[in-house]
Nanobody, 127 residues
Framework: QVQLQESGGGSVQSGGSLRLSCSAS????????MGWFRQAPGKEREGVAT????????YYADSVQGRFTISRDTAPNTLYLHMNNLKSEDTAMYYC????????????????????WGLGTQVTVSS
């Protein structure tokens, strides 16, 4: 059973930085697509950054391009989201997800097709 656990969220002022971590246990090597998604109150869940671990393709939402970086360590299997120059509009619950998606689907940024999700970590940015 795959389990994903996020950490690193918190409250920061605008312009600050945070690093989110997602620890994966019981991980299946076939889940080559991993990503970060976020959901603000009253809004739909949206893709923030995704990574296809086999082919290396990445997706970044336009709103975070140049400010956020997704990366992964293999031992232990941990996914990171480095967030710089945070803005109030980045305030949301951030979720880690993993799934067996095609490379094209993985880097589309859509939250569809992921079969494993963490419980989320809250990021609050005050202006």
């Amino acid at each position: 059973q795959v389990q994903l656990q996020e950490s690193g969220g918190g409250s920061v002022q605008s312009g600050g930085s945070l690093r989110l971590s997602c620890s994966a246990s019981g991980y299946s090597s076939s889940r080559h697509c991993m990503g970060w998604f976020r959901q603000a109150p009253g809004k739909e869940r949206e893709g923030v950054a995704t990574l296809h671990t086999l082919y290396g393709g990445r997706y970044y939402a336009d709103s975070v391009q140049g400010r956020f970086t997704i990366s992964r360590d293999t031992a232990p299997n941990t996914l990171y989201l480095h967030m710089n120059n945070l803005k109030s509009e980045d305030t949301a619950m951030y979720y880690c997800a993993a799934g067996q998606l095609t490379p094209a689907a993985c880097i589309s940024g859509s939250p569809m097709g992921y079969d494993y999700w963490g419980l989320g970590t809250q990021v609050t940015v005050s202006s």
